[in-house]
């Protein structure tokens, strides 16, 4: 990502912005965003500008750029404004390095700065990838191997009525009644990675934040729609919880998945709440909600906060990852502009029929009954672990995050073992060392950490720094 900071004085025209810019920026550089003060991102002149080149635009309070040290102040500027340069302290807010200092052109000032990372994770890489015949599947968080026999009869006889195109407004009326909202504020999706294109190709955000690590197809979405985003790391010394004030102030998209994958986390409901304003849509991705006993941290029956889009998937508690089924629930004029990025009929006949079966009190009340089951069987697979494995966070979903040593390795031998575990060095924030493990029947998990202890009892204790 290409920043250019901005400073210009009121009333600056298009023409006069982005001849400043082209004097210091191949024209050839993708990626780019134009940062400048809250006050001058309204400027017609500056948001022509972007407009004309499809740049991102991106406004900062002066109390937030007064924050960043820049390499050539101006007291002039500083005493005005509170920061020694606009440009210089607009490009360099996310990080990255100066690669042009600031350089006056007539009633603008420029100043670029690049963002330097290491090699990008791979956001397509996920658990189905780790798998192969002859594997004991930890990998991939579905519950089941199959849908239970009542869903398979309901799937059955949806076959029947293939031959007509696809009717979504029970499923919808289903799936709105099961959150208390009227049906307009529910979008019915092919699986929940169906929503976070929807968002991609809808929305047009000046700064998506994603917090990780977590669920990369949000992040993967937004980056093939050519949206600017920035990642907020959850650090492993603070258990992987949310804080509300890592997130940037200025980001109008934030996407958080609770519980989150792959850390199992569940973060407050009042602190997921807390990002939520008025100007902002939050995405909550909570595939992974019905795997908690009670959904006591769930926001997807909360109508009251601005911008909220909640997102489900029933793949994983009723073993349908294969049939592509989920929905979004939020208010109606933001589902309204999902809906219109859809084709006709993007809801199979079997994933509506699910989707009606699944939220009836009778389905609801067994997929209660699995997470209450699923609690016994976590603590099982906690309990059995090797004390030289490291579990992150509090885990409180369908799977767990270990930190082994020298965990490439180890993931590499427990396949040629048998068993199947997810990697986790393609998750932002993670790294080599860390292994998602889904949770499984107790008999299954004690045989699991029998040979993981037999693994890693090679290995030499975990040393290296907490990323």
């Not at 809250?38 to 991106?58: F, N, Q, S, T």
């Not at 258990?239 to 109008?252: F, I, S």
């Not at 949770?439 to 290995?459: C, I, K």
Request: glycine content about 8%.
């Amino acid at each position: 990502m290409t920043t250019v900071g901005l400073g210009a004085v009121s009333g600056v025209t298009a023409d006069e912005v982005l001849a400043a810019v082209d004097a210091v920026l191949p024209a050839a550089t993708v990626g780019v965003r134009i940062a400048t003060l809250d006050v001058r991102a309204a400027e017609p002149g500056l948001r022509e500008a972007a407009d004309r080149r499809g740049w991102a635009l991106v406004g900062h309070p002066a109390a937030e750029l007064a924050r960043v040290p820049v390499p050539t102040p101006s007291a002039r500027v500083a005493a005005a404004v509170g920061t020694g340069s606009v440009a210089e302290a607009a490009a360099l807010l996310h990080g990255g390095t100066l690669t042009v200092p600031k350089t006056v052109h007539g009633r603008v000032t420029v100043a670029v700065a690049v963002a330097v990372a290491p090699a990008d994770p791979d956001l397509s890489h996920h658990g189905d990838a780790e798998l192969a015949p002859g594997l004991v599947d930890l990998a991939v968080n579905v519950r089941a191997d199959a849908p239970p026999p009542w869903l398979r009869a309901v799937l059955h006889a949806s076959i029947d009525a293939a031959a007509a195109y696809p009717d979504p407004a029970p499923a919808r009326t289903a799936v709105a009644a099961a959150h208390g909202r009227p049906d307009d504020e529910v979008l019915l999706t092919a699986g929940a990675a169906e929503a976070f294109v929807l968002v991609a190709r809808a929305l047009r955000p000046r700064l998506a934040a994603v917090v990780h690590p977590s669920f990369t197809e949000p992040e993967a979405a937004l980056r093939a729609a050519g949206h600017p985003v920035t990642r907020v790391l959850l650090p492993a010394d603070d258990g992987r919880r949310l804080d509300p004030a890592a997130v940037p102030e200025d980001a109008d998209l934030v996407v958080l998945g609770n519980p989150t994958n792959p850390t199992s986390v569940l973060h407050p409901a009042a602190t997921v709440a807390a990002l939520a304003r008025p100007g902002r849509v939050l995405l909550v991705d909570e595939a992974f909600a019905d795997t908690v006993p009670g959904e006591p941290e769930s926001l997807a029956d909360r109508r009251d906060l601005p911008g909220l889009l909640v997102v489900r998937s029933l793949t994983k508690t009723w073993g349908l990852a294969g049939v592509r089924v989920g929905y979004a629930v939020g208010p109606a004029p933001l589902i309204a502009r999902l809906a219109a990025q859809q084709p006709q009929w993007p809801v199979s006949t079997p994933a509506l029929a699910a989707l009606a079966a699944c939220t009836t009190p009778e389905a609801r009340a067994e997929a209660e009954q699995a997470a209450q089951d699923l609690t016994g069987w976590r603590t099982t697979l906690l309990e059995c672990l090797p004390p030289s494995v490291v579990v992150e966070g509090d885990p409180r979903s369908s799977f767990v995050l270990l930190r082994v040593p020298d965990g490439l390795a180890v993931r590499e031998e427990l396949r040629r073992r048998g068993w199947a575990v997810r990697r986790g060095d393609t998750f932002p924030g993670l790294t080599g060392d860390h292994l998602r493990v889904a949770v499984r029947r107790p008999e299954v998990s004690r045989a699991f950490a029998a040979v993981l202890a037999d693994v890693v009892a090679g290995t030499t204790p975990y040393t290296s720094e907490v990323p």
